[in-house]
Each structure stands twice: as C-alpha cells, then as structure tokens.
C-alpha cells in the first residue's frame, strides 16, 4: 500500500488559496488603467504562476514597471475583500499535520503579498517552510525555488512531492525530480495541465487527500 508523499509541498494562489478572481481582476484593472486595453479571460491570466513582473512583461515590455506598481497597488487593497478559500484545503492540512507529514509552501508571490494572503486567510501556520519570489534567484518554471524549500526542512526529492494548478508548476517538480500533483480548480484546466504530463490530476481536494496520504 502507497504512504502518499512526504514532503508536500504546495503552490499557492490558485491552489491552496482562491485568489481567481483578485488575480484576473487586479490583472484585468492594471491593463486597463496602464494600457487602456480590454483583453479576455485567458489572456489576462495566462502568465500566472510566473513572478508578477515577468507576467507584466508579456503585456508591455516598455511599461512594466508601471503595470506593476498598478497592478500591485488595487490587488493589495483588494486582498481581503475578493481572496477565498476552497472547500476542504483547511481540513486537508490539518490531516496532513496530523499525520506527521511535512509541508511546505513554493510560491511566484513576492513575500509582503503571501503575508497579505495569510492575514485574511490563517493557512501560513501549516506550513514549515514558505519560499516566496524574493527566496530565490529564479523562479518557476525552473526548479530552484523548490531546491531552496527542500533544503529547508532539511530533506531531499525523494519521495516528495509538489502539488500546484499551473504547467509551470508541474515542469518545475519534474525538473526537481518530484512526483508533480495538478489540481483542477485554479487557474488552468484539465486539458492545460495534462499537456506537461504530471504524475496525477486531482479535481477535489478529498481525492487529493487521498493521493497525498496513500489512502487506497
Ligand atoms: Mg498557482
């Protein structure tokens, strides 16, 4: 019989916490206010999972900077009031602490947005280590900010794994040689997702809890 995983470690925004729509509404304000574009759905989040600044890039390299100090300017006073949480997250860490599993957080945010984050929803106490975007020289899809979580708790890839809702995810585990969890509910779907080939895809967070502990 499997014993799941351990260490776990987690993506963030669209993963352990709802932020779907404060990330593609804060998105869809800094392109408009900045550029004075109105762009779809898709396009608006297509980059996200990437450090912001980069995701700002790919609408206007010239205008960066301004797109993110935008953008960063309406999310941050929008946190608390559109950030939400999923079904059964909160009771899945729980188990998980209880049943002895290391757990850690990899994060593109940069480390006063995750402290935002975990202001208006208390998931940061499961975590033994948080690797946010000012941890690491460089971030997904390479793997090093996974190296620098594992390094942390002390461990190694072996028989860890990363769980996350975006393909830059998957690609970072794999090239960190874990096992590479997608989940559904976040920002990409199931076709996306499949396409990088992860170990497993998950749709709720009960079968989740079922892959990370092993239970048959
Ligand atoms: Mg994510």
């Known amino acids: 019989m499997s014993r799941g995983f351990d260490p776990i470690l987690f993506d963030l925004d669209g993963t352990v916490v709802d932020t779907v729509v404060l990330i593609r509404e804060s998105h869809r304000h800094a392109v408009r206010a900045v550029l004075g574009q109105e762009l779809s759905d898709e396009r608006l989040v297509a980059n996200v999972g990437k450090p912001l ?16 100090r935008v953008y960063r300017e309406w999310n941050h006073a929008h946190t608390a009031e559109l950030i939400a949480s999923y079904d059964g997250i909160t009771e899945l860490l729980t188990r998980l602490t209880a049943a002895g599993r ?3 957080l990899v994060t593109s945010k940069s480390r006063d947005a995750v402290e935002l984050a975990f202001a208006s929803l208390p998931v940061g ?21 996974l190296r620098v979580a594992l390094d942390g708790l002390g461990r190694t890839a072996n028989g860890g794994c990363y769980v996350g809702d975006s393909p830059f995810d998957i690609q970072a585990g794999q090239r960190a040689g874990m096992a590479t969890i997608a989940v559904t509910w976040g920002f990409f779907g199931r076709t996306d997702l499949e396409a990088v080939r992860p170990d497993i895809v998950c749709d709720t967070a009960t079968e989740l809890g079922q892959v990370l502990l092993g239970v048959p």
């Open 53 to 68: 600044l980069e995701q700002m890039q790919a609408f206007s390299p010239e205008r960066a900077d301004e797109l993110y």
């Open 102 to 104: 290391q757990l850690g």
């Open 125 to 145: 106490n499961y975590f033994d280590i948080v690797v946010s975007a000012d941890d690491s020289e460089r971030h997904k899809p390479d793997p090093e900010p």
